[in-house]
T-cell receptor, first 117, second 118 residues
Framework: DTEVTQTPKHLVMGMTNKKSLKCEQH?????MYWYKQKAKKPPELMFV???????INESVPSRFSPECPNSSLLNLHLHALQPEDSALYLC????????????????FGEGSRLTVL | AQTVTQSQPEMSVQEAETVTLSCTYD???????LFWYKQPPSRQMILVIR??????QNATENRFSVNFQKAAKSFSLKISDSQLGDTAMYFC???????????????FGTGTRLQVTL
């Protein structure tokens, strides 16, 4: 299994709603990522989890709350979002190299397309 | 901070022809990695090719090869025998190994949209 599965594929929410994006991988990867991608732009890193601990938070607003309940799952909880938060949210995972360091090869999901009304 | 520049927003190539996508980067690091990622329309992003900065030999993966010029900080991607399935957004990316061990932090360029035509 070499897939990163993201649900839902599409989500429409109001500014007062609370919703969650889910990401799952069964490749044994111990690093997982959330990226935000606007149309025709490169992905922007939001959060990195390494061994289920948050290791990087790229100064993301607190209305985005990540959670890594186990080594296979990554959630992104959304609350009180703004219309400018509408974007494609990508989850990714990566494995260690044989030497123990990062490889740089990220395995991406297809993304969750979020629209905030 | 590292920057990655892709100066060609869009390119077009005919099927079976060869195309080269440009990428330059700026860093003060001596040890780093460079990548080309491909994002087809409505499909997930995948790694095309990877280059370690300490390796002088250019990386090759089937029809994809790079021209890595470390002194010039240039990292171009050549696609030979272009196929319709190569139509995608191509992102050049830079990575400096993190102290977090297993995690990778990539800096992406702005992308080049490649259209392969009949």
């Amino acid at each position: 299994d070499t897939e990163v599965t993201q649900t839902p594929k599409h989500l429409v929410m109001g500014m007062t709603n609370k919703k969650s994006l889910k990401c799952e991988q069964h490749m044994g990867h111990r690093a997982m990522y959330w990226y935000k991608q606007k149309a025709k732009k490169p992905p922007e890193l939001m959060f990195v989890y390494s061994y289920e601990k948050l290791s990087i938070n790229e100064s993301v607003p607190s209305r985005f709350s990540p959670e890594c309940p186990n080594s296979s799952l990554l959630n992104l909880h959304l609350h009180a979002l703004q219309p400018e938060d509408s974007a494609l949210y990508l989850c990714a995972s990566s494995r260690r190299s044989l030497a123990g360091g990062p490889t740089g090869e990220l395995f991406f999901g297809e993304g969750s397309r979020l629209t905030v009304l | 901070a590292q920057t990655v520049t892709q100066s060609q927003p869009e390119m077009s190539v005919q099927e079976a022809e060869t195309v080269t996508l440009s990428c330059t980067y700026d860093t003060s690091e001596s040890n780093y990695y460079l990548f080309w990622y491909k994002q087809p329309p409505s499909r997930q992003m995948i790694l095309v090719i990877r280059q370690e900065a300490y390796k002088q030999q250019n990386a090759t993966e089937n029809r994809f090869s790079v021209n890595f010029q470390k002194a010039a900080k240039s990292f171009s991607l050549k696609i030979s025998d272009s196929q319709l399935g190569d139509t995608a957004m191509y992102f050049c990316a830079f990575m400096k190994p993190l102290n977090t061990g297993t995690a990778s932090k990539l800096t992406f360029g702005t992308g080049t949209r490649l259209q392969v035509t009949l």
